[in-house]
C-alpha cells in the first residue's frame, strides 16, 4: 500500500504563489512516476502536471505550462507542485497521484494512488 499526503495548499491572490507537496510512504512504493491534478467545484479532475521516476522527463497541461514547474526529490520521496503567477481559474482542489511505473502519465486511468487533495483558492 502506499500512502501520499500532501500540503501546503492556501489561499492567495492573483499573481501570487504557492508551493505544494506531496510525500509518499509504504513498503510499496519505489520507483514511481508522479503526478498532480485538479478538480474545480462542478468539473472533473483533471491532469496538470506529472513526473517521470527519474525527474528526466515532465508534461504540463496547457493552462499551466510556463507557470507551475513539477519537480521531485527521491531521497525523501517527496513530489512538489511550485505554481506561480496563479489565476483565479486555478482554484481547485490538488491532488498527487502515483503509479507503479517509472514513466509519466497524463491520465487519471494510469494512477494507482491518490492523496486527499489539499484547496488551492485564488481570489482577484
Known amino acids: 500500500q502506499v500512502q501520499l499526503v500532501e500540503s501546503g495548499g492556501g489561499a492567495v491572490q492573483a499573481g501570487g504563489s504557492l508551493r505544494l507537496s506531496c510525500a509518499a510512504s509504504?513498503?510499496?512504493?519505489?520507483?514511481?512516476?508522479m503526478g498532480w491534478f485538479r478538480q474545480a467545484p462542478g468539473k472533473e479532475r483533471e491532469f496538470v502536471a506529472t513526473?517521470?521516476?527519474?525527474?528526466?522527463?515532465?508534461h504540463y497541461a496547457d493552462s499551466v505550462k510556463g507557470r507551475f514547474t513539477i519537480s521531485k526529490d527521491n531521497a525523501k520521496n517527496t513530489v512538489y507542485l511550485q505554481m506561480n503567477s496563479l489565476r483565479t481559474e486555478d482554484t481547485a482542489v490538488y491532488y498527487c497521484?502515483?503509479?507503479?511505473?517509472?514513466?509519466?502519465?497524463?491520465?487519471?486511468?494510469?494512477?494507482?494512488?491518490w492523496g486527499q487533495g489539499t484547496q488551492v483558492t485564488v481570489s482577484s
Open positions: 509504504g513498503r510499496t512504493f519505489g520507483r514511481n512516476a
Open positions: 497521484a502515483a503509479r507503479f511505473s517509472t514513466l509519466a502519465a497524463l491520465t487519471r486511468g494510469e494512477y494507482d494512488y
Open positions: 513526473i517521470s521516476w527519474s525527474g528526466g522527463i515532465t
